[in-house]
């Protein structure tokens, strides 16, 4: 008669990931999991929903909740967005205070400094981009982060897109947890499905090669996603908040939407390991971000 393994145990729990909008926590989480999961772009906002990634070692693991960057609202999309984080915020082991040490400090730092300070939990102040920032240039964010979260915090330079310093994080945050049984199985990287991450890896491939063209108001809605195993077959439609942003991400010709096509599909073969054919189609749904039944039909109400 054969046995199962025992179930492991070892230092568990949660680590909130706060920032401003594109300081680089996605790509943190990324280079942490050594696999993309968090939808990166080079715009703000990418990140919608909490994203759930599991890390595991032989004797710990940390689920790792990535949050949307911490900004005022404008729409009922960025209200929703703001009620994430806030749940993210419910009780972590730690906190991960990511700061662009390229970036001066702004309103958006001062809230995410008073939002950390405020969890009633240990805060690790991460100094991103330590790559393109000089100690000089670091200094005056970290003294004005110091000034809300305390002196003595635990404070880390490291870049998210190198890899500096991100064991030293791990080991970091790993001392912190209490012990207990894992929570996931060892060899599970996320809670989220790969349609969800799917859609998300769209939306980002969207973004990035839209950039300044367009504002934030692109969804993304898997129509189709047929797996029989050897081909990934994806249907996907974006939507666009206004009647003249359609043209914008067709493109002359298709050229726009091609590109997004093409990026996307890349971003997905990494994810499934296999062929992919995605087919892109572009509608309005007028002011979304602020319908109510819309942003419902996206799981994000």
């Not at 890390?55 to 990535?66: A, G, K, N, R, W």
């Not at 001392?175 to 060892?186: D, H, N």
């Not at 602020?290 to 942003?295: E, I, T």
Request: glycine content about 6%.
């Amino acid at each position: 008669m054969t046995t199962s393994a025992p179930w492991p145990h070892g230092r568990v729990g949660f680590v909130t990931i706060l920032g401003r909008p594109n300081v680089g926590k996605s790509t943190l989480l990324n280079k942490i999991m050594d696999f993309e999961l968090a939808a990166v772009s080079p715009k703000p906002q990418t990140t919608r929903r909490r994203e759930r990634c599991i890390y595991s070692t032989p004797d710990s693991q940390i689920i790792f909740l990535d949050t949307p960057g911490i900004h005022r609202s404008s729409t009922r999309l960025g209200e929703i967005m703001d009620k994430e984080i806030h749940k993210s915020l419910d009780a972590p082991d730690a906190v991960v205070c990511v700061v662009d040490a390229s970036r001066p400090f702004g309103d958006e730092d001062g809230m995410t400094a008073t939002r950390a300070a405020g969890c009633n939990a240990p805060v690790v102040l991460v100094i991103n981009k330590c790559d393109l920032a000089t100690e000089t240039q670091r200094q005056p964010i970290v003294d004005r982060y110091q000034g809300i979260l305390g002196s003595d915090v635990h404070t880390l330079a490291i870049s998210a897109l190198t890899g500096e310093n991100i064991q030293q994080l791990i080991d970091c945050l790993t001392e912190r947890m209490p012990q207990g049984p894992f929570l996931y199985p060892p060899d599970e990287l996320t809670d989220s499905t790969e349609r969800e991450i799917g859609a998300d890896m769209i939306r980002a491939a969207a973004m990035e090669h839209l950039r300044d063209e367009l504002p934030h108001s692109v969804a993304v809605d898997i129509t189709m996603w047929k797996d029989p195993g050897t081909k990934l077959r994806i249907d996907a439609t974006l939507y666009v908040g206004r009647t003249a942003h359609k043209p914008i991400v067709v493109g002359k010709n298709g050229a726009m939407i091609n590109q997004i096509r093409s990026a996307a599909v890349q971003r997905l073969r990494r994810l499934v390991d296999r062929r992919v054919d995605l087919r892109l189609h572009v509608k309005v749904a007028e002011d979304w971000p602020n319908h109510v039944a819309f942003l419902r039909s996206q799981g994000l109400e």
